[in-house]
């Protein structure tokens, strides 16, 4: 097994990155109790995994990048790291991450910006860009993030490692604290796509505490074959519009052709709906968000922020200093296509338009294709502050990625080769609860394409 | 579609939110391009016999009717803001005094 001071070198070593929330006496502290209590049978034993500070630990602080859970301890752990711990994983701290999980760079965070790791004038991605920077930088070879729109697979693409969203209902999200529900997943990050698939294999399958979980065994893990012969990948075209970066283009062309070499059937595909994903996603979320976030009040967690007369302006005062401008953006917009006169016009045209993208990719599959692959996000890491002023831009960021958040699927993205020296990642979308099928079709990417090559 | 700060204000009170004075020109105005940007939906044609889509399984599964106990490992005193005699302390309702 890992040493727990070994452990915790590597992690406080990665500092300047700015991506772990623990203090480092407190995090060398924890990890020597966990590495002395940890289950040398269990199949992670002694693996470091480190955990977005939006899933409720029993170890460390739980804030969400938010000043409204600032030192909020949570008095239960989430089920996935319940089990990570069962298997003898070291809880190995929090992670820096946009507040509840809002954002596309890890710059909505009230903690600080976290920093690429290859980069330290761009952002790592987000809103799990803690985790991603810290399995990019070496640190760990495995994390916890969470996504609702693409905030696992959007930073591994940006700082080069593996991310997986499972299908939504395969991993429990009991102790998760919840941002979109009818979206939100734990997805996992690894150095590889076995470190992935292994730790997402562990937090897997059903969980009493969480209804939205499906009653199925955990996920088994495939074996790493020899070819794609047999396997139908589908392009979709929306995917590849004109304007799509040409690097991009280029380790997305690579990619393909080795999936062929390999033996797999490639054929284009349409997925009509996808243009609107990303306005889908912008009312659905923030709809749910206003909704989840209204049990910040100060009343039941965290700090309470002074100068409140009465209980209604103790809710305002607290909730209006506690949330940072991008939470605060996305609650009045949820608030607003809720509200009477506007519900049919936003909600429910979503609502509609979210059953449209889903029946694409039924669509699709239903005609004999396996996987879809795509880019991950349409261009390499961006710098910070570059798009911190335009949401909508950010909100771009995600228009690869939040379909199958709608769709509930699960999807993968995995290095695919460099432009400039900055990640490209490439994303494989699979069928719901075919995880194994996407993840044997990752492995046998992984072996072939060069990761760290320029595109 | 514009939204007026008369407009950000009312949705703010609604959402329980106190917005500074000085920045609600910018947040008008960031909210008016984003429901400017997700209007677009309205342009593809309403089908009400589209079924809702909801992620997950399809019935709610029930639990067996048993008590299991699920123990917290430190009570709301320590991560309540104030938390006396079993209660969650709040500001006094002034008005009804």
Do not use: W
């Not at chain 1, 047999?230 to 997305?252: I, Q, S």
């Not at chain 2, 044609?45 to 029930?62: E, Q, S």
């Amino acid at each position: 097994m890992s040493d727990a001071k070994a452990v915790a070198d590597r992690l406080v070593k990665a500092k300047r990155l700015n991506a772990l929330l623990t203090p480092p006496k407190e995090l060398r502290k924890s990890l020597n109790t966990q590495s002395a209590e940890a289950r040398p049978t269990g199949v992670l034993y002694g693996m470091p995994v480190a955990v977005k500070d939006n899933i409720c630990t029993l170890e460390f602080t739980t804030t969400c990048g938010s000043r409204i859970l600032e030192g909020y301890r949570s008095p239960y752990e989430a089920t996935a790291v319940a089990k990570l711990k069962a298997a003898g994983a070291l809880i190995a701290g929090k992670t820096n991450c946009d507040e509840f999980a809002m954002g596309s760079s890890t710059e909505h965070s009230a903690y600080g910006r976290v920093i690429h790791p290859l980069d330290k004038a761009r952002v790592p991605g987000g809103s799990s860009g803690g985790s991603a920077a810290l399995v990019g930088a070496g640190a760990v070879p495995a994390a916890l993030g969470s996504e609702t729109g693409g905030s696992v697979r959007q930073p591994a693409a940006f700082c080069g490692v593996v991310g997986i969203k499972p299908t939504y209902g395969r991993v429990s999200r009991y102790g998760l604290v919840a941002f979109g529900s009818s979206l939100d997943q734990i997805g996992v990050f690894g150095r590889s796509v076995h470190d992935a698939a292994r730790v997402l294999s562990v937090i897997s399958g059903r969980d009493p505490r969480d209804s939205t979980c499906e009653d199925r065994d955990p996920l088994r893990l495939p074996t790493v074959p020899e070819s794609l012969q047999g396997f139908v990948v589908g392009l979709p075209k929306e995917y590849f519009p004109p304007e799509l970066d040409p690097a991009v283009r280029r380790a997305c062309d690579r990619a393909i052709r080795m999936m062929k070499e390999l033996g797999a059937a490639v054929r284009e595909v349409s997925l009509p709906h996808t243009p609107y994903a990303v306005p889908t996603y912008y009312v659905i979320a923030p709809a749910e968000a206003s909704s989840n976030l209204a049990r910040y009040d100060g009343v039941r967690y965290g700090p309470r922020f002074n100068g409140a007369a009465d209980l209604r302006s103790l809710y305002r005062s607290t909730r209006g200093q506690g949330f940072g401008p991008e939470v605060r953006r996305r609650i009045l917009i949820g608030t607003y296509v809720l509200s009477s006169g506007y519900y049919d016009a936003y909600y429910r045209r979503a609502q509609q338009m979210r059953a449209l993208i889903a029946q694409d990719f039924r669509n699709v599959f239903d005609r004999g294709v396996d996987l879809l692959f795509t880019p991950t996000v349409p261009s390499p890491a961006f710098k910070a502050g570059e798009k911190l002023a335009d949401p909508i831009a950010m909100y771009m960021s995600d228009i690869f990625t939040v379909t199958a958040n709608l769709a509930g699927l699960p999807a993968i993205s995995l290095p695919i080769g460099r432009v400039k020296g900055l990640p490209i990642g490439g994303q494989l979308i699979g069928q719901a609860f075919l995880e194994d099928e996407m993840i044997e079709a990752a492995y046998a990417l992984e072996r072939v394409v060069p990761a760290t090559d320029e595109a | 579609m514009s939204v007026s700060r008369e407009e950000v204000l009312r949705i703010a009170q609604l959402a329980e939110l106190d917005v500074d004075e000085e920045a609600l020109p910018t947040l008008a105005e960031q909210m008016s391009r984003i429901l400017d940007y997700v209007a677009q939906l309205s342009a593809v044609p309403a089908n009400g016999t589209v079924k809702v889509f909801v992620p997950g399984p399809d019935a709610i599964r029930f639990r067996n009717d048993e008590v299991v106990p699920s123990q917290l490992e430190f009570g709301p005193k320590e991560f309540a803001p104030d938390f006396k005699e079993g209660f969650f302390v709040v500001p006094k309702l002034g008005q009804f005094e």
